[in-house]
């Protein structure tokens, strides 16, 4: 081909940077203000699937991206109420954040600093009666979690549990109430540091917050079901922690109502209050105070451990090689 002219080059030149300003700039800085301006426009709430998973949308993985527990099925909440048939105690853990109550009933040597072990001693045993399996001991775990960013966690825990021989279940997402399949928006941190405990379905509670559609479960029902389920072959007791974020102004009532707050059904209620929800303590005395048999009622909260990140035990048979399954700083 022909050779191009040092003039001809210039020519070139000065047309192409013609060109540019004349056609191509201003379209680019058109198209990047529009974009700014439709981002400063969305809300927290509109932004919600970009920031928050729905279950649906919620990545079959890991906290270190291993695809190895099965994939969750739909929930059925008399199957789930049902599906640890034949144990005599029960944990029942709502609020269950990242399970580490559920952990330090079956694991207590992973926590050694926790406030909750002693109780947990006292009321279901030493910890070389609850570290057999469920089979033997009777001990069960119920936790219940509203928050979408717990359920990888949560499923993994019971996966591995269930293979030790620990009966549990996580009841996950739902916000725990009194009413069935009832679709409430969650308040989430936006704070990703806080995402672990700033989560609420109570209005102007947490600001600035993002918002997930989860949808409730009727806790009460779900307790009466359980205990039908209940085995009478060995002593048991029942224990109720709860934490779940003003709630409790809700649930409780109804379980005082029900004469559930009672020995027999739950002897033994750990709960945190929220006294933002209501002016006064009126109520709050009256749990506190309630006497039903030998139930009793404490103003508790455990927030030890709550980053968490300790291993989870191995099945008969060993580890995998593959490491550890459960990562996350400890605290």
Avoid at 71 to 79: A, H, L, M, Y
Avoid at 312 to 317: A, N, Q, R, S, V
Wanted: aromatic share 8%; net charge positive; glycine share 8%.
């Amino acid at each position: 081909g022909s050779m191009m002219s040092v003039g001809d080059e210039a020519t070139l030149e000065r047309f192409t940077r013609k060109t540019w300003a004349m056609y191509v700039s201003p379209v680019v800085l058109v198209s990047l203000f529009a974009y700014f301006a439709y981002l400063g426009s969305i809300s927290p709430a509109t932004k919600q699937n970009n920031d928050l998973p729905r279950l649906a949308d919620t990545r079959h993985r890991n906290e270190q991206g291993h695809d190895n527990i099965p994939r969750p099925t739909p929930s059925d909440e008399q199957g789930d109420a049902d599906i640890l048939r034949g144990c005599s105690s029960i944990l029942f853990d709502l609020g269950a954040n990242k399970g580490t109550h559920v952990r330090k009933l079956f694991e207590p040597q992973k926590y050694p600093h926790a406030k909750v072990l002693k109780i947990y001693d006292e009321f279901f045993g030493d910890v070389a009666h609850r570290v057999g399996p469920s089979s033997e001991t009777g001990l069960c775990a119920y936790g219940f979690e509203a928050n979408p960013l717990h359920v990888r966690t949560l499923q993994l825990i019971e996966h591995h549990y269930l293979r030790v021989g620990w009966s549990v279940k996580f009841i996950v997402p739902k916000v725990v109430s009194t009413v069935d399949d009832k679709e409430v928006t969650l308040s989430v941190d936006r704070n990703v540091k806080h995402a672990s405990w700033g989560t609420s379905a109570a209005r102007g509670v947490i600001k600035g917050a993002n918002h997930v559609l989860v949808r409730t479960i009727d806790f009460p029902a779900f307790l009466r079901r359980a205990l039908a389920a209940r085995s009478h072959d060995r002593p048991g007791r029942v224990l109720v922690k709860m934490d779940i974020e003003g709630s409790e102004f809700e649930v409780l009532p109804v379980l005082l109502e029900n004469g559930d707050l009672c020995t027999g059904k739950i002897d033994r209620l750990l709960v945190e209050f929220h006294a933002f929800m209501r002016k006064g303590h009126s109520f709050i005395h009256k749990v506190l105070n309630h006497t039903c048999g030998s139930f009793s009622a404490s103003s508790f909260d455990d927030e030890s451990y709550l980053m968490d990140g300790r291993p989870l035990p191995c099945p008969p048979g060993g580890c995998p090689k593959r490491g550890r399954s459960h990562g996350g700083r400890e605290r």
